[in-house]
């Protein structure tokens, strides 16, 4: 399976197609709540038309705001798709120059330019985590604190304690999970204990 990306920062590409302008805004965003409020902020009111599309997992939408179905929000979508990419949000605006483009000079357009700002865009692998629990005695807590905390891309999302000790529920990348649990063991010679919820 190949790895996803995200975008690390905000992208803007631009174009003029027969005198018809295309500007292309894209972010990575976490939610469908966050590609909508996105779309808020980057449409132009004064435009003709502010297209767009986003995917947040298995979960995506698109709109071709006028045009005709099918020749702008699904290209930027498919250049969303096309370049392994993932919670990701795209708006394409259009301010029309007076010549028609016609259905297949309209698809190329809305995702020609998609695909450019994305190309452009600097992006991060996104990796799957997954949920974890760790149990350990109150002596190895400062250990495991300063080792865990120091681990790239290891999440701890909440401590409680008891009388023995603590329990951390973490989030860990997929691809660490056995080494973590590895470290785990070794750093407290097993009295810890790392378990997922997968």
Known sequence: ?????TLTAASRA?????KSR?????DAVSDAEAAQAFLA???DPTAHHNCWAWRVGQAYRFSDDGEPTGTAG?????????QGLDRVVVVVTRWFGGIRLGTGGLVRAYGGTAALCLRQGEK???REMVPATLTC???DLALLQARIGAQAGVDIQGTS????GAEWSLAIPQDMADTMARLVSDLTHGRAHLSFDR
């Not at 399976?1 to 990306?5: A, P, Q, T, V």
């Open 14 to 18: 631009q174009q003029e197609i027969k």
């Open 1 to 5: 399976m190949s790895i996803l990306h």
């Open 137 to 139: 005695l109150f002596g």
């Open 22 to 26: 295309f500007l292309a805004v894209a």
């Open 74 to 82: 699904k290209p930027i979508l498919q250049a969303i798709d096309g």
């Open 161 to 164: 304690f008891s009388e023995t």
């Open 41 to 43: 902020r980057n449409a």
């Open 124 to 126: 991060t692998p996104l």
